[in-house]
């Protein structure tokens, strides 16, 4: 049996507008349709993808030649190509931004050895005034009523450096504006005491909290406070707080420090009853964080043995615990665009699906640009929005493409990777057009959720009723 499934959130007529004479009669060929074989390390079958549409088929490994010669598959896929191709193509070029990641201080308690932010600005950086807050988010309210349809709520993420540091300003702009905004937070956890739980939970407003390991020793090496004390208790106590909500998160950056106890890592969070972690990979934009990436092939090898726990897990318990970043990935193989994330796009979704306002108002494709100026595109405060994400700043991060990028260009996974992160290719690989610092371990994941999707296992690592506003627009049992 042969397995081909493409949801689409949305479906477009379009005319095969090809200038050349060929008819389209063969794959890889002409005007054919591209599929190119992967292995994706299964037993029994291979990938066929087509690197520009992010269609894929999954193939027994014995009818790989009938697949590709005149048949059913390519008959189907035919009458479809150019409508994936400009679902697609919107997908990647025609969104709006939605979501903002706003710092409304530049300040930190913590001292993380990979943040992303400059040690002179998280140490004695300054917050934004009240006022200031209340005026940007009006200013951000107009931006969104201008640009998106009513029934888009727009959202407000709070970030890092620690917002809870400016919680006075933070507090009473969550009621002022809370018909014109979805909010979140993510917070090290550190300054969550009850109160604040109980304002943030009546309010529904979504925790993102900050955790590198399920023991002090290990959480300790690269989360801790500026004189080098632990804040491991006072987090898993937040935690243990925020038990049963389910609009709660937890971060998980994965470094030379704990990709082996990554396995540990999940049975820790899955015992807190954490309903959704991202295991991330470091970042590695600062000059801090590269001496502490692991190899590419390690950080696979330990990731797979934690998803294949959590698989466990939800086996013996009917508990699952989602593993986000990696379950991104298989939402974009089975519907490019219902992924929840975007670093795993190209373009990604820096300054197009949303974009960060520093303290002092600047504003920047992504957060991990903050402290990188020559990626300040312009001032919340004076400039017009609009203006700010056409400008030369802002384009550099949002006109880089997997199509310009060697060996992106040729790889048929590209759309599933997105070559991340465009500010890890500029500070660490010398330019734009490189790709970040995880190539092989993209390669890894997209190959891993092939094969379970091959064992008609990946339900298991995805978000309940995940595509709910999907519908089907593919679909092959048998070629
Ligand atoms: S890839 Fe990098 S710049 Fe783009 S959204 Fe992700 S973190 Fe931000
Ligand atoms: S970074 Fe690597 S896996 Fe990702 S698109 Fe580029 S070549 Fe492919």
Redesign the pocket.
């Known amino acids: 049996m042969n397995l081909s499934s493409y949801k689409s959130t949305s479906m477009k007529n379009t005319e095969n507008q090809f200038a050349a004479s060929s008819r389209g009669l063969y794959f890889n060929t002409g005007n054919g349709s591209t599929l190119q074989p992967v292995d994706i390390g299964h037993r029994d079958y291979m990938g066929l993808v087509d690197p520009d549409t992010a269609f894929w088929a999954l193939v027994r490994k014995e009818h790989l030649g009938k697949t590709l010669s005149d048949g059913p598959l390519l008959r189907k896929y035919r009458r479809k190509a150019a409508a994936f191709a400009r679902e697609m193509h919107s997908f990647r070029f025609e969104l709006k931004p939605s979501a903002v990641y706003f710092n409304p201080t530049e300040r930190c308690n913590l001292n993380c050895s990979y943040c992303y932010l400059p040690q002179t600005m998280r140490r004695s950086g300054g917050h934004m005034a009240k006022a200031e807050l209340d005026t940007a988010l009006a200013r951000l309210r107009d931006f969104f009523k201008r640009t998106l349809p009513d029934a888009v709520k727009p959202q407000i993420i709070f970030h890092g450096a620690e917002p809870m540091l400016n919680r006075q300003a933070l507090f009473p702009a969550l009621d002022q504006f809370k018909d014109d905004f979805r909010f979140g937070i993510q917070t090290n956890g550190t300054l969550l005491d009850d109160e604040a739980i109980e304002f943030l939970t009546a309010r529904n407003t979504a925790i993102g909290l900050s955790l590198d390991a399920d023991v002090e020793s290990i959480a300790s090496r690269t989360r801790k406070t500026w004189g080098g004390n632990s804040v491991f208790d006072k987090v898993i106590q937040t935690i243990g707080k925020l038990k049963g909500y389910p609009n709660c998160s937890v971060i998980c950056t994965v470094t030379r420090e704990n990709v082996r106890r990554l396995v540990q890592i999940v049975e820790f969070f899955h015992g807190l009853e954490i309903p959704a972690c991202m295991l991330n990979p470091i970042?590695c934009t600062q000059k801090g964080a590269r001496p502490i990436k692991p190899d590419d092939h390690e950080q696979s090898r330990h990731f797979f043995k934690a998803l294949d726990r959590t698989y466990e897990l939800y086996q013996e318990t009917g508990r699952k615990l989602v593993v986000a970043n990696f379950a991104n990935i298989l939402v974009a193989i089975l519907a490019p665009q219902a992924r929840r994330l975007?670093?795993d796009i190209s373009p990604?979704?820096?300054g197009r699906c949303f974009f960060a306002v520093s303290a002092k108002g600047e504003l920047f494709?992504?957060?991990?640009?903050i402290g990188l100026s020559e990626f300040n595109g312009g001032n919340l405060f004076k400039d017009k929005v609009e203006d700010v994400l056409q400008s030369a700043a802002f384009r550099k991060?949002t006109e880089r493409k997997v199509e310009d990028i060697d060996p992106c260009r040729r790889c048929a996974v590209r759309h599933f990777c997105g070559s991340?992160?465009?500010?890890e290719a500029h500070e660490m690989n010398g330019g734009m057009h490189r790709t970040g610092a995880f190539c092989e371990h993209y390669e890894d994941q997209v190959r891993y959720a092939f094969r379970l999707i091959a064992d008609n296992r990946h339900e298991a690592f995805l978000w309940n009723n995940w595509d709910a506003d999907t519908k089907t627009s593919f679909e092959m049992f048998s070629l």
């Open positions: 970042r975007m670093c990604c979704g820096g494709p992504c957060s991990e640009f991060v991340p992160c465009p500010a």
